[in-house]
């Protein structure tokens, strides 16, 4: 039986995961899915689980499972349209880097709008169950790559221009949005990098926009 933080699968004889389920990453090397078919797992932030949309693109009006629990908050609908509002010529052809993705929501709405490939970060079980399942949905594990990793760590290893577009949506309570500021600051390792976080909690950016009580901010490589 797989433990809490393992992912049910068929093994390789040396240990990993073979594409049937996201491969747990201890290695610098990205996992990709191939044809998943297990359960996985994910980290959200809101009550209960749910479905939301795709908003535009290949795949308007698609539902997006969102992850159970009391710990998920998923981007609501209208922050998501205002944010790509202001990335959508910057998201053709891009490579999307989704940190903190839960259930994928920022990274494959990327997808449906014309990016090349998105790569997602993602440590909890129930946040990789609902993002393995979206994109068993959509058809595009070709262009999707699950790193099960940390990701802030993640976010220290990256080399400059690594990404095109980046996204974060790390949990409201901590001070992982400042963390990270200061981390692309240091090394750019994407063209745009664009963080939700509380509107009442600023950090440090380039630009940010305010929706209610959720505010997003664009950081810009030099």
């Known amino acids: 039986m797989a433990g809490e933080d393992d992912i049910a699968g068929t093994g390789g004889d040396d240990g990993t995961q073979r594409v049937t389920a996201i491969a747990d990453c201890t290695s610098d090397l990205p996992c990709r899915i191939r044809n998943p078919q ?62 903190f993705a839960g259930s994928g929501a920022l990274g494959l709405e990327s997808l449906s709008r014309g990016a090349t490939t998105a790569e997602f970060v993602e440590l909890h079980r129930l946040a990789l169950s609902a993002l393995k399942a979206n994109i068993e949905t959509l058809h595009v594990d070709d262009r999707a790559v699950v790193h099960r990793r940390d990701a802030l760590r ?69």
Do not use: C
């Open 154 to 222: 993640f976010a220290e290893r990256l080399q400059p221009g690594q990404y095109d577009v980046a996204f974060a949506d790390p949990p409201y309570a901590g001070d992982e949005a400042a963390r990270l500021v200061a981390l692309f600051r240091l090394n750019a390792f994407a063209r745009i990098f664009s963080i939700e976080h509380p509107a009442d909690r600023p950090i440090p950016g380039d630009d940010t926009r305010r929706y209610g009580d959720t505010a997003v901010t664009f950081i810009y490589a030099p």
């Open 38 to 99: 297990s359960a996985i797992r994910n980290r959200e932030r809101g009550a209960g689980s749910g479905m939301i949309r795709i908003i535009a693109g290949e795949f308007k009006g698609r539902r997006l499972k969102t992850p159970g629990g009391d710990s998920v908050r998923p981007t609501a609908d209208r922050v998501r349209e205002a944010w790509f509002s202001i990335l959508q010529r910057s998201i053709r052809g891009a490579r999307v880097l989704d940190l």
